[in-house]
């Protein structure tokens, strides 16, 4: 078995686990950035700029495939909606998407050859384009005046430090969770 394979033959019962760890981490990561937003002063800024929701859906395709990516992207958004009442209902449907396309993009690269770097910046980049096509139907196909085309570029300058942040911790923590598989 080669390491890019490393988790590709995970039983339904690990999957399983990885998607409810991943849903866990997706809604709960989040909801430390709100208080931390609450508690400065700054409110929803943190969880904009830093993108927590983002690192569980994206570490789940990464390490179990499309499916757990898609599902745990899909609700993640849901629960916490329900739970905490964000992502505001306004947004949930772009947080649905955005997160669905993150969490299938990387689930269709985790068996690639190539390295986690360069398959997380893909799937970012088919997340927000994803997101993109979104907010264009939301437009045009829906008159919906309540999104702006400029919307779509002050998403992606908004959260640039947690896109960052995902290209320093992403591939660290897959490498150390690929050897702690001992699959080498």
Same mark, same amino acid.
């Given at each position: 078995?080669?390491?890019?394979?490393?988790?590709?033959?995970?039983?339904? &019962?690990? &999957?399983?686990?990885?998607?409810?760890?991943?849903?866990?981490?997706?809604?709960? %990561?989040?909801?430390?950035?709100? /208080?931390?937003?609450?508690?400065?002063?700054?409110?929803?800024?943190?969880?904009?700029?830093? =993108? @927590?929701?983002?690192?569980?859906? %994206?570490?789940?395709? =990464?390490?179990?495939?499309?499916? /757990?990516?898609?599902?745990? !992207?899909?609700?993640? @958004?849901?629960?916490?909606?329900?739970?905490?009442?964000?992502?505001?209902?306004?947004? %949930?449907? %772009?947080?649905?998407?955005?997160?669905?396309?993150?969490? =299938?993009?990387?689930?269709?690269?985790?068996? +690639?050859?190539?390295? /986690?770097?360069?398959?997380?910046?893909?799937?970012?980049?088919? !997340? +927000?384009?994803?997101?993109?096509?979104?907010?264009?139907?939301?437009?045009?196909?829906?008159?919906?005046?309540?999104?702006?085309?400029?919307?779509?570029?002050? #998403? /992606?300058?908004?959260?640039?430090?947690?896109?960052?942040?995902?290209?320093?911790? #992403? @591939?660290?923590?897959?490498? +150390?969770? &690929?050897?702690?598989? !001992?699959? &080498?």
């Amino acid at each position: 078995m080669t390491n890019t394979h490393a988790f590709t033959t995970q039983t339904v &019962k690990v &999957k399983a686990v990885v998607t409810f760890s991943a849903i866990i981490a997706a809604v709960m %990561l989040p909801q430390i950035f709100h /208080v931390a937003g609450k508690l400065s002063g700054l409110g929803t800024t943190l969880g904009v700029a830093f =993108l @927590p929701m983002h690192f569980g859906v %994206l570490i789940a395709g =990464l390490l179990s495939g499309p499916v /757990v990516g898609l599902v745990t !992207g899909i609700v993640s @958004p849901i629960i916490s909606n329900m739970m905490s009442g964000m992502p505001t209902t306004a947004m %949930l449907p %772009l947080m649905i998407i955005e997160l669905a396309g993150y969490g =299938l993009a990387a689930g269709l690269l985790s068996g +690639r050859h190539m390295p /986690v770097f360069l398959k997380l910046l893909i799937a970012q980049i088919v !997340g +927000r384009a994803v997101r993109a096509l979104a907010i264009l139907v939301l437009i045009y196909a829906f008159r919906n005046e309540h999104y702006a085309l400029a919307q779509t570029w002050n #998403i /992606v300058m908004s959260g640039l430090c947690g896109i960052l942040l995902q290209w320093a911790f #992403i @591939p660290l923590l897959m490498y +150390r969770l &690929k050897n702690l598989s !001992g699959k &080498k």
